[in-house]
């Protein structure tokens, strides 16, 4: 079956009955006709590993969002020292409404799959429709949220709680099927060791430490260097020191 943007099931484009980010992220603030208009200028792609999405200080045309994956943002500095200040998944919107250019750069840590669309477009709905306008806020205001507590466990906790602290955070966010009540996880580690250390402010050599400790106490179980499993995901979080 030749699936169209211009087939619709009980007002619904085909393309977005299945998207995460109509159920759960900002796009399920928008009625029926509202999606019809923005799937009439939207487009899908895949992104590989390592891709830029958005250069710092980059004029942005576009927003979008994340379908499955994680996006890898970076703060730089001017003698060209970058360091990693967030981690977005699916159903998260990337991009800053209401901004022409980038303050960040977003890299695909994984390979990515995104809906994107016009900033124009979005940006008009939102004046239009408050439910989408207020569905974007509570998104920003949870990602405050989220900053601070990761401030807290960079400047707080100890090398051993932050990796916990990342492992778990990774667990509960990589896929968006998951569901959230799940004792237990398996996933793929979208960082490397060296991106870890850099995002939690340790050394490669801790990390690799920390992840065997973990290891050997029956924590996790890795495989392939890449591929964690926890097995219960309540002995992971005493371990994160919250």
């Keep these: 079956m030749t699936i169209r943007q211009d087939i619709h099931s009980a007002g619904i484009p085909v393309l977005c009955q299945s998207c995460e980010a109509r159920h759960r992220g900002l796009c399920g603030a928008l009625e029926p006709d509202q999606l019809i208009e923005l799937s009439k200028t939207s487009s899908r792609r895949g992104v590989s590993p390592g891709a830029e999405l958005t250069g710092d200080a980059e004029v942005v045309e576009r927003y979008s969002n994340v379908l499955s994956g994680v996006v890898k943002l970076t703060k730089s500095l001017s003698d060209g020292r970058q360091q990693i200040v967030g981690l977005q998944f699916a159903p998260d919107f990337l991009g800053r409404p209401f901004k022409s250019e980038s ?36 998104q920003t205001l949870n990602e405050l949220d989220e900053a601070r507590e990761w401030m807290l466990a960079l400047g707080r ?7 916990a ?5 990774i667990a509960r966010n990589i896929d968006p099927a998951t569901d959230p009540a799940a004792k237990s996880a398996s996933f793929e580690l979208p960082l490397t060791r060296a991106d870890i250390a850099d995002f939690l402010g340790l050394t490669i050599e801790t990390v690799s430490r920390q992840l065997t400790r973990l290891r050997a106490s029956d924590v996790i179980r890795i495989e392939n260097n890449r591929h964690v499993t926890v097995d219960n995901l309540s002995h992971l979080e005493q371990r994160c020191g919250d």
Excluded at 124 to 130: A, Q
Excluded at 165 to 169: D, E, G, R
């Design 103 to 138: 303050a960040i750069s977003a890299e695909a840590a994984t390979e990515v799959s995104l809906c994107s669309f016009p900033r124009s477009v979005i940006e008009r709905m939102m004046k239009l429709s408050p439910g989408l306008e207020h569905r974007l806020l509570k």
């Design 165 to 169: 602290s990342f492992l778990l955070m």
């Design 157 to 163: 906790k100890t090398a051993s709680e932050k990796v």
